[in-house]
């Protein structure tokens, strides 16, 4: 038996006044998978997010997160369904006024200073997943490189164990071994943690890497869906110049 969708969306659509960003996307996650979508700057990768996390109201169609539709839910249900997530924001958004251990572990305490020696313990055992050692935990997230930052915001986004997280751009403003580093963890991560991963990249590497299935939006639409294994031969000529970064081809 096939593993149910842990997020399943149906013809979702949303419009900013004549804009219409959104036009009938459907798109399953199975649970424990890792999905990645890429497109263009500007084609509605980070509207489709805040729709599912319900931070945006789709005009239409459905979002069901393990089976309970978000659309229309209460404040409270929301809030009950975005505790099972996470996100790992593009350019990691620590918070430079606390120190490593606090931005850890604040997704546990909601910015508030509580179990100072039990937090300090899960921040710890959650930067060593991300290979960093407790040396740093007293330091300012502005003390580290780029690539620290991001392994600590990381860190943060899997110490609640969220059963599924979002990664938007992971790997942008990384050099590329750094940038290869984050894939890795990310995808250990998502396999020991068996959480269901979706995530927004121009970052073609990152996709063929972190994401079983990449799915590509255009003008509001899952254009193309399939195994990372076929993203260089889709078959399909939108995919083929995205992917080769081509300036001739059908988008304009
Ligand atoms: N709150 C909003 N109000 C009005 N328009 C919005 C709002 N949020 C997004 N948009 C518009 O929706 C479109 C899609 O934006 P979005 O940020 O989802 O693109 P994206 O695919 O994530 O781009 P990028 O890859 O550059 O991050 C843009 O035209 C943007 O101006």
Known sequence: MSKPAKIAIKDVAKAFGENVV???VSLDV???ESLAIIGQSGTGKSVLIKCILGLLTPDAGSIRIDGQEVVGASEREQERIRRKTGM???GGA???SLPIWRNVTFGLTRGAYKNPAKMRDIAAENLERVGLGADILDLRPSALSGGMQKRVALARAVAPRPEILFFDEPTTGLDPI???VINDLIMSLVDDLGITALTITHDMASARK???RVAMLYRGRII???PRDRLYDSGNPYVDQFVQGQA???IR
């Open 22 to 24: 959104l036009d009938g």
């Open 30 to 32: 199975k649970t424990g």
């Open 88 to 90: 790992l924001f593009q």
């Open 94 to 96: 620590l918070f430079d």
């Open 178 to 180: 750094r940038a290869d």
């Open 210 to 212: 972190i994401a079983h």
């Open 224 to 226: 193309w869906c399939g």
């Open 248 to 250: 001739e081809g059908p």
